[in-house]
């Protein structure tokens, strides 16, 4: 069993940065790819960012530029660095895991998933 719990969320202004983290708790097993991912109020979830433990990386193309993703294999974290926030920028943060070889922001590939983590950017 995997545990994912998201931190790091906040309000901010736009073109401000902020910095989510995610600690993971259980038996890593193989090769695995953690990413972050966000919702907003009746839309459907998406990626934004995906990290095989490879260091391999994948962005979706509304945040590419702006945010960094990257992990500690050693301690289990996964980090997502934004920067020049937009108001469209706003959502709940995920974390999520898949275990197996598999680089990509499909929602339905990843296991498990953290309770998230709000980010608001004010215009």
């Known amino acids: 069993q995997v545990q994912l719990v998201e931190s790091g969320g906040g309000s901010v202004q736009a073109g401000g940065s902020l910095r989510l983290s995610c600690a993971a708790f259980g038996y890593f097993y193989g090769s695995h790819c953690m990413g972050w991912f966000r919702q907003t109020l009746g839309q459907e979830r998406e990626g934004v960012g995906a990290?095989?433990?490879?260091?391999?990386?994948t962005y979706a193309d509304s945040v590419k530029g702006r945010f960094t993703i990257s992990q500690d294999n050693a301690k289990n974290t996964l980090e997502l660095q934004m920067s020049s926030l937009k108001p469209e920028d706003t959502a709940m943060y995920y974390c999520?895991?898949?275990?197996?070889?598999?680089?990509?922001?499909?929602?339905?590939?990843?296991?498990?998933w953290g309770q998230g983590t709000q980010v608001t950017v004010s215009s």
């Open positions: 990290i095989a433990d490879d260091g391999r990386t």
């Open positions: 999520a895991v898949r275990f197996g070889g598999y680089l990509g922001l499909r929602v339905t590939e990843f296991d498990y």
